[in-house]
């Protein structure tokens, strides 16, 4: 998807949305957003919490600890 047609769906979107409370806090987000730079929450983390993350990321790639959709979702069905 193009910049422009990203810029137009978007801006459909929020014409269509006609709950006050939600475009509140859609605005909000993408203030949030736009203000934040690249690396701002990973420099605000400890080394321990980088490093686990990073050992999160890599143990999130072998396939031996990976469920599938369908198990995640009986396993949590109650907050579905």
């Not at 939600?22 to 736009?34: G, H, Q, V």
Request: aromatic content about 8%; overall charge negative; hydrophobic content about 35%.
């Amino acid at each position: 998807m193009t910049t422009f047609e990203l810029r137009a769906n978007f801006h459909n979107l929020i014409d269509n949305i006609d709950n006050d409370s939600l475009l509140s806090r859609f605005y909000e987000i993408i203030s949030r957003a736009k203000d934040t730079k690249e690396g701002d929450l990973w420099s605000k983390l400890s080394k321990t919490d980088q490093a686990e993350l990073l050992e999160i990321e890599k143990e999130s790639r072998k396939a031996e600890n990976l469920i599938s959709h369908k198990e995640m979702q009986n396993k949590h069905k109650k907050w579905l």
